[in-house]
């Protein structure tokens, strides 16, 4: 649990400083730092996807995994989501730029890749890398988002403790299940997407990563099919 408690500290150690000194602190300084933990996620990412043994398990499951996640367009459904929640808190007595903040800060720390791989990386290996460099960006983020917004940045922290904590607990419950080669396989499957993430932060391509989630997943049944017929893996 430890990297959703470090994600966890950057976000309200971010947005304290945010509402009190953020105004102050240069777009371009901003923009800057992001980008040097975007060029820091792409290594994150190149470091893990070597972690393979079976480059063709890898590439199956990011294209039975892309197939899967478009016909269900877990991008789409994200967004639906988000925009639910967000009518929802600024609707009524609970509308106001609290609830906004609240709302769209968690949203951007939940919902994404980098919190899923994160936190099952955690769970599974103990490996906190990824959650360490997203707590680097959630904490610029937190910064520049409680600047404009206010406080309510800082409570989105705890839906991140509740969310990742959770995924990271039921990963480690699977750690004496899954054999190490599958652990290997799912982290390089895992590591492309989080290359994609750094591209994105870069904004040199626009991925939706989103619909490749299915992809970490697949790993296992193809790693288990290629033991079961003696593929070389």
């Known amino acids: 649990m430890i990297g959703t408690l470090v994600n966890v500290a950057a976000i309200i150690i971010g947005g304290v400083i945010g509402c009190i000194f953020g ?6 300084m901003r923009q800057t730092v992001i980008h040097g933990i975007g060029l820091a996620t792409l290594l994150i990412g190149a470091s893990m996807a070597l972690l393979t043994k079976s480059p063709l398990i ?19 459904r994200l967004r639906k989501l988000g925009g639910w929640l967000e009518d929802k808190f600024q609707s009524g007595e609970s509308s106001g730029k609290f609830a906004k903040a609240f709302v769209t800060t968690t ?8 919190a899923i791989m994160g936190a099952l990386e955690s769970g599974l290996r103990g490996n906190n890398s990824i959650l360490y460099a997203k707590a680097m960006l ?11 917004l206010g406080i309510g940045v800082v409570l989105s922290a705890f839906s991140v403790l509740l969310y990742q904590g959770g995924i990271t607990l039921f990963a480690g419950t699977l750690q004496g299940v899954l054999s190490t080669a599958i652990v290997n396989e799912m982290s390089a499957a895992g590591g492309l997407l989080i290359v994609a993430i750094g591209l994105n932060i870069l904004e040199i391509e626009e991925i939706r990563v989103g619909n490749l989630l299915p992809g970490i997943f697949m790993a296992i049944p193809l790693c288990l099919l290629a033991n079961t017929f003696s ?3």
């Open 107 to 114: 949203l951007i720390y939940c919902v994404g890749a980098m």
């Open 23 to 28: 105004k102050a602190f240069p777009e371009k």
């Open 58 to 76: 890898v590439i199956g499951s990011l294209v039975t995994g892309g197939i899967i996640g478009e016909a269900i367009d877990i991008e789409l």
């Open 231 to 233: 593929l070389g893996f």
């Open 138 to 148: 959630d904490g610029v983020t937190s910064l520049v988002f409680a600047a404009t």
